[in-house]
């Protein structure tokens, strides 16, 4: 089985509720479990950007399941690759909402402070979703720190 990595952005519907996204999260960590697929959604409550990785079929039906997603629309594939090895192995689908510290990751990978995902190459979409890895792992540490 080759390990694929796909990277898309999409932004939201006009039937897409605040609420939606908590769904999304469980259907996608329950679903991603049974699949074994990992990766990262980040949401700005705009579009979406997400990275998602694991076997070929795998990734194409999530991918394909999305593209029926009511919650979904202009959905683009900004990168597509078969990988080595996986970059979120421990994580059925980390998510990451925006904030002061997304916001500061966009002058890396974007020409300002504001993120239009549609505007972005692959590469630099993989290395904004790389960052923002980096911010929830940190998060993520600060957090378990203070438990």
């Not at 690759?81 to 890396?108: C, V």
Request: hydrophobic fraction near 35%; glycine fraction near 6%.
């Amino acid at each position: 089985m080759h390990l694929t990595q796909l990277i898309y952005t999409s932004t939201i519907s006009d039937s897409f509720v605040v609420d939606d996204i908590h769904s999304i999260m469980e259907s996608a960590k329950r679903n991603n479990a049974e699949a074994g697929l990992t990766g990262l959604l980040y949401f700005n409550r705009q579009y979406f950007l997400q990275c998602l990785e694991g076997g070929r079929d795998q990734v194409n039906k999530a991918y394909n399941t999305i593209l029926s997603d009511s919650r979904h629309k202009d959905i683009v594939i900004l990168s597509y690759q078969e990988i080595s090895e996986r970059e979120f192995p421990s994580w059925q689908m980390g998510y990451l909402p925006e904030s002061d510290l997304t916001k500061s990751a966009y002058i890396h990978f974007t020409a300002n402070y504001t993120l239009d995902p549609y505007s972005i190459s692959g590469s630099s979409a993989h290395g904004l979703i790389l960052e923002l890895k980096g911010i929830l792992k940190q998060q993520k540490s600060v957090t378990s720190k203070a438990s």
